[in-house]
């Protein structure tokens, strides 16, 4: 498979962006961890009236097609409320899972061959568009045209495999594939859905949809956006499923932490779900009066130290894993995220969204100074009067790359090398813009390590994105990939390649694991923690309230209401 | 004047060229306006791009197609939004005015009547007090003080009153579904433009007063005195009017250094403005945003200095120009 169409697009994002993009599921009031299976808030609420909810970012455009709606806000506030997706992520025991949505009659028949693979939907036949018009299987052919032949979209995984998008009748698609996809159930789900042909089909799709449009296959529809203040959203009356208890949400912009807090204090916001900064997390460890919240540590964020496995001193194994040796991920983990009950740290490199396919083969590493002098020693290293290992007159010096402006990740990259420099190697920290970093440094492989997160929301495993060797970015294939860490260990790549091809889940959880532990074993990298996700309402919320980590905060947003006083 | 005015419209051109291509080079220098289109990972799509928007020429040559295109309206299309940049800098322009316009209306006000009130009552304690609390005024970084007015000001009072929302809003210019001057527009407003001003109050008071007591000093004043004059008259029309010319002066050159303090203001209030366009679009590395932004400040500092120069020769009638 080639690189570009292993990508998932939510990997990609959080790779090229870096941000702590949030979903999750949850937990308990007050900052306390409890189990996400159920909702944290499941008050009586009565129908009518509108809640103001603070959202940290504002999505640069509602094109969701388009490289320009990489916001993950934009899919929380506008997207995932108003167009109809093929499969839901939900809880299935301990496990999040996709399962087919109301768009469809049921689960999609998969037909699987060895010239590819064939997969025929079933629209619901009382699945329509705010317009009346149905939903039909023109939508999705106009959908899979638009992202597999389309400029400037963000991401073809998947869409590129589509050779054709039969309509055999109305409520019928029918979709081949040139091989097979285990990630199939992403088509038309996680980040893109379905699209209303009948509206879009001729147009200009950006210009139509850019600044938000009318049109809506989900129970709400978007009232006004006004750029830098809000967006408004109100029930779509042609909705076919359960439909809205709120008249309206205003979900009003508010890019300061600080004054986002204040805002919910004051209650001129009623609901916040924060990116979990230090302020914020010691905000909810002191309480909020009159404020509850969730705090989930079962996201799809996974926050790691990435290593080039090509770089000096790391194209060395004995190094990596002495490196792994040497930091205390336990004690960093509980000094970060000790105020929000988050004390475990990650023990793979599969995000807790996609736990189902997750070793814990990094438990093998414990901080043991003992262990790293050892393992270096053995690689032909030896201490300087100045306490770093040198070797063939160099020392084991390195710089950690992240990302400028996150007080979180600059105490950790402080602690971090503190930790380092007791084990004896050298460190100093360069900090620099998401664009920078993202799209000239890691992709040129011009770090040694780095620090940042990758974000994870469809329930699928994705390591062959980060690890697999025909992921490497390098001038030939015009630096397309993800793997940035240039690991390119034999015995993995068969693993990773199977992965993304085995149609059975209980085979592909086998495989992922295998792959999960030989990357563990060579300290390809180093997992730090899974993000926890955060919650903020106040009393005025009822109905159901819990986070998704795969569909963010408001995925049940018409199960909202004002509760019954 | 009219002549004057003709001149100094004419000096500022080539000023304004220069400055439009330094900032064009810097800005082209620090940021890749393809660099969110490079996450489609998509090589054939960034070079169309890379030729289409002629980043592939040299940066005088890009200079000067970006330039003839900006003078005939086309602003370019923004890498984050995807959107013309014209509206997006039009639709923020007009809330950044509106601050611009009470932060200057209020801080005039309050730095002058604080300025007179120093100079008559000189080494006073009213005087004392108002000197250290411009010393602090001066010191205090606006982001700071913003939050602390929010603190003091509209959450505090919610802890202490029975009441279900703020005296005082920190979100915005409007609530959802409110528009126009109306008390909630006036509620929105009072905090961002405290913040807005405080520095400029507690340093306009102290030019003020400088300048004032300078004006009482005069021979005209003690003239003035010896003929009868009653004080107020002393003071207001003849002390204070003569005052008035470096005052406004130092008034009209700070204006355009608001819309630095307006950077932070905006992202405190969650005001879509002048601000916040400059912050999202400095992270997004969006050029074709970032250009026209700096060109709008360029030519409201080179304003600015052409009012302050105007109305100093209006106000001091021994100041003539040529």
């Keep these: 498979m080639s690189t570009t169409r292993n990508t998932n697009r939510s990997r990609l994002l959080a790779a090229v962006l870096g941000l702590v993009l949030l979903g999750t599921l949850g937990c308990t009031g007050g900052g306390s961890t409890a189990n996400s299976q159920d909702p ?25 097609l388009s490289t320009c709606a990489g916001s993950i806000w934009g899919d929380w506030l506008m997207r995932r409320p108003t167009i109809p997706v093929t499969f839901d992520i939900r809880k299935d025991g301990d496990d999040w899972v996709a399962v087919p949505s109301d768009l469809l009659t049921g689960e999609p028949e998969v037909e699987s061959t060895d010239k590819g693979m064939t997969i025929t939907y079933s629209i619901n036949p009382d699945a329509v568009w705010s317009d009346g018009e149905p939903i039909t299987s023109t939508d999705f052919a106009y959908t899979a045209e638009q992202i597999r032949d389309g400029d400037n979209i963000f991401d073809k995984s998947g869409y590129d495999t589509i050779t054709e998008v039969a309509t055999p009748d109305p409520k019928t698609a029918v979709v081949h594939l040139d091989q097979q996809y285990a990630n199939w159930r992403m088509l038309f789900s996680n980040t893109y859905g379905v699209l209303p042909a009948h509206l879009l089909e001729g147009k200009d799709r950006t210009a139509t949809m850019r600044d938000g449009y009318s049109f809506s296959g989900g129970p709400w529809i978007i009232e006004s956006w006004k750029r830098g203040t809000s967006v408004t959203l109100v029930p779509n009356e042609n909705y076919w499923g359960d ?7 205003t979900f009003t912009f508010i890019p300061d932490t600080a004054a986002a807090f204040q805002a919910l204090k004051s209650g001129q916001v009623d609901a916040l779900y924060p990116t979990p900064q230090l302020n914020a997390m010691s905000q909810i460890e002191a309480g909020l009066p009159g404020i509850n919240s969730q705090v989930d540590p079962q996201s799809g964020n996974l926050e790691a130290l990435w290593i080039n496995n ?8 004995a190094v990596r894993r002495a490196a792994t040796y040497s930091i205390d991920r336990d004690a960093l983990v509980d000094r970060i995220y000790g105020a929000v009950d988050v004390e475990d740290p990650a023990q793979s490199f599969l995000s807790p969204l996609v736990s189902a396919y997750a070793s814990d083969s990094f438990d093998q590493y414990e901080l043991d100074l003992d262990e790293a002098a050892s393992l270096m020693e053995e690689d032909g290293w030896s201490k300087g009067s100045d306490g770093i290992w040198e070797k063939d007159g160099r020392q084991a010096s390195f710089v950690i790359h992240s990302l400028a ?17 007791d084990a004896g190697f050298d460190v100093s920290i360069e900090t620099t813009t998401p664009a920078d970093l993202f799209t000239k440094v890691a992709p040129a492989g011009d770090f040694q390590m780095g620090l940042w997160t990758l974000v994870d929301y469809f329930p699928e495993p994705t390591l062959d994105q980060p690890f697999g060797s025909a992921n490497i970015p390098t001038k030939t294939n015009g630096y397309s990939g993800i793997n940035f860490g240039r690991v390119s260990i034999d015995e993995l790549d068969p693993l990773l390649d199977e992965t993304e091809t085995e149609l059975d889940v209980d085979k ?13 074993d060579s300290a390809a990298s180093i997992p730090i923690v899974g993000i926890p996700n955060i919650l903020l309402w106040n009393e005025k919320v009822g109905g159901t309230v819990s986070i998704n980590p795969a569909e963010g905060p408001f995925w049940n947003l018409e199960a909202w209401g004002l509760a019954e006083q | 004047m009219i002549g004057y005015v003709l001149r100094r419209l004419v000096y500022s051109v080539p000023v304004v060229l220069v400055a439009s291509f330094v900032l064009f080079w810097a800005v082209r220098a620090a940021f890749d306006p393809l660099a969110k289109l490079r996450q489609s990972r998509d090589p054939g799509l960034v070079q169309r791009e890379t030729e289409r928007l002629g980043l592939d020429k040299p940066v005088p040559e890009q200079y000067a197609l970006w330039l003839k295109e900006f003078v005939t309206g086309n602003w370019g299309v923004s890498t984050r939004t995807s959107g013309d940049v014209r509206p997006m800098i039009a639709d923020a322009l007009w809330p950044t ?9 209020c801080g005039v006000l309050v730095a002058g009547s604080i300025a007179v009130f120093s100079a008559v009552h000189r080494y006073s304690w009213g005087d004392h007090l108002l000197t250290g609390l411009s010393y602090i005024g001066v010191a205090m970084p606006a982001f700071w003080f913003g939050l602390i007015l929010i603190q003091l000001l509209a959450v505090g009072p919610m802890q202490y009153v029975d009441t279900d929302e703020p005296f005082l809003y920190f979100i915005g210019l409007h609530s959802p579904g409110e528009s126009g001057f109306n008390l909630d527009y006036v509620r929105h407003l009072v905090l961002p433009v405290l913040t807005l001003t405080i520095a400029l ?17 005069s021979d005209y004043i003690r003239t003035a005195r010896a003929k009868g004059v009653r004080r107020r008259r002393i003071i207001w029309n003849h002390a204070a009017r003569n005052a008035l010319a470096p005052f406004v002066t130092v008034v009209a050159l700070d204006a355009a250094l608001l819309f630095g303090g307006l950077v932070v203001t905006e992202q405190i209030f969650s005001i879509p403005g002048m601000g916040r366009l400059f912050l999202d679009s400095l992270q997004a590395g969006d050029v074709y945003v970032l250009i026209p932004w700096m060109m709008i400040v360029a030519v ?12 100093y020769a209006v106000l001091d009638p021994r100041v003539r120009l040529r």
């Excluded at chain 1, 090509?310 to 194994?317: K, L, M």
């Excluded at chain 1, 402006?405 to 420099?421: E, H, P, S, V, W």
Aim: glycine share 4%.
């Design chain 2, 97 to 105: 005015t509106q601050l611009i316009a009470w932060a200057l209306l």
């Design chain 2, 300 to 311: 409201a500092v080179v304003a600015c200095n052409l009012i302050a120069d105007l109305s």
């Design chain 1, 243 to 249: 439909k809205p208890h709120l008249d309206k949400v």
């Design chain 1, 508 to 520: 592909r959880i086998e495989t992922t694991k295998a792959a999960d532990k030989v990357i563990a």
């Design chain 1, 405 to 421: 402006g996150n007080k979180r990740r600059d105490l950790m990259l402080q602690i971090l090398q503190q930790q380092f420099a």
């Design chain 1, 40 to 64: 944290v808030a499941d008050v009586p609420v009565r129908d009518g009236g509108e809640v103001v909810i603070g959202a940290e970012q504002e999505p640069a455009c509602a094109d969701w």
């Design chain 1, 310 to 317: 090509d770089a000096f001193p790391f194209d060395s194994e």
């Design chain 2, 201 to 217: 109050v507690a340093s306009w008071s102290r030019y003020g007063r400088a300048a004032m007591l300078d004006s009482l000093s």
